[in-house]
């Protein structure tokens, strides 16, 4: 929450737990420095029921302590790997260079290929997943660890081509299409905190006080739910949703409480 800074103290940061399924935060913490997100994340899972559920988290947050908080609780993890986790991201990686080993896997059902237009361009992401993972020596230091996975992300604009790989970890047995969601779904916590600062336009705000911050920014999360839900009659984005409900607020207010 950047308009939450000044000389004499760190902006909040919030951590939150999303719920894509749902649209809606279940909860959420609040920390001063972005590293003290590792710390916070188990005190957030403690705080909330995740029994059956799959959690993602980005790479920051792919740590032996928190894996094991997940597993402790009966859920379960498709985690982002990036060099934060050197041992961990050079043997995923270089596992998914051998072009034998990703034949192997496309004849093993593990293997998914999607192809979209986005932002004027075109966007080919092939997901890769494997169960043999009884060669990786990190192994024995993640929880419950059934499979990793890759997605390799392609987007095509004006004849270039440009290429990016993301690697997980993940406690589920193989099925790619249950991988490519919660991979594809992750990003649902992004788009909540772009309505934050462009919806809401919570950067802006110079709220110094933290627990006054951290309560508009719980406040904020409860609009964004009630603007997913409900309906003003015409396709709008929520920005122009939000400002026909406060047009009209005695019109809409019934309704909304309804909900």
Not at 10 to 36: P, R, T, Y
Not at 59 to 82: F, N, P, R, S, W
Not at 204 to 212: E, S, V
Request: aromatic share 8%; with cysteine; glycine share 4%.
């Amino acid at each position: 929450m950047r308009g939450n800074q000044s000389n004499g103290q760190k902006a909040n940061h919030i951590v939150s737990a999303w719920c894509d399924m749902d649209g809606f935060c279940l909860g959420q913490k609040k920390v001063e420095e972005k590293s003290n997100e590792i710390t916070a994340i188990p005190q957030l899972l403690d705080a909330i029921q995740i029994k059956g559920s799959v959690i993602t988290v980005d790479a920051m947050g792919t740590q032996t302590e928190i894996v094991e908080k997940i597993k402790q609780k009966h859920a379960d993890y498709t985690l982002a790997v990036k060099e934060n986790q050197k041992n961990l991201y050079r043997e995923i990686s270089e596992y998914f260079e051998d072009v034998e080993l990703l034949k192997e896997i496309k004849c093993n059902n593990g293997y998914r290929i999607t192809k979209e237009k986005s932002h004027s361009q075109i966007e080919t992401r092939e997901y890769y997943q494997c169960s043999k993972i009884g060669w990786m020596q990190e192994k024995s230091r993640w929880k419950g660890i059934k499979s990793i996975g890759m997605i390799c992300k392609t987007t095509e604009q004006s004849g270039k081509q440009v290429t990016e790989r993301r690697y997980y970890i993940s406690s589920l047995p193989l099925n790619v299409e249950l991988f490519a969601r919660t991979v594809r779904e992750h990003w649902s916590v992004e788009v909540m905190h772009w309505h934050l600062d462009v919806t809401f336009k919570e950067d802006a705000n110079t709220t110094l006080d933290k627990t006054a911050a951290q309560n508009l920014n719980i406040i904020n999360k409860w609009c964004l739910s009630i603007l997913k839900l409900f309906d003003v009659g015409k396709k709008l984005s929520l920005r122009k949703k939000r400002y026909c409900i406060s047009m009209n607020a005695r019109k809409y207010l019934e309704q909304i409480l309804s909900l």
